[in-house]
């Protein structure tokens, strides 16, 4: 599934609030997984599906991983990518993963 898909990003800290742009560049259905290309502040590919345990999301140039709530939770998708990207980089692919909440099924 080739895409190109706009998204806005969010982050209010220390009495500001930073906006950014992303754009999930690709999309690619690998049957048991997806993997998504993102950019934004960076340059990310994240790796998502289904475990046992519920979602997850890889980031295997960070050496990362993490559990996913369904796609549209991004409250505690946000929370748990956050957690292992930082607060920028994890913003950014939370709000990915809700713009594609409708169109992929994890």
């Not at 706009?6 to 049957?31: L, M």
Request: hydrophobic share 40%.
């Amino acid at each position: 599934m080739g895409v190109r898909m706009n998204f806005k990003c969010t982050w209010a800290h220390d009495g500001k609030t930073e906006r950014w742009n992303g754009r999930i560049t690709s999309i690619q259905d690998h049957g048991s997984h997806y993997e998504l290309h993102i950019e934004s502040r960076s340059s990310l590919q994240v790796i998502i599906g289904r475990s046992a345990a519920g979602g997850f999301a890889c980031l295997p140039d960070y050496r990362i991983a993490c559990h996913l709530a369904h796609l549209k939770d991004c409250f505690w998708n946000t929370e748990q990518l956050v957690s292992v990207l930082g607060d920028v980089d994890g913003i950014t692919v939370a709000r990915a993963l809700l713009s594609i909440a409708d169109d992929v099924s994890i």
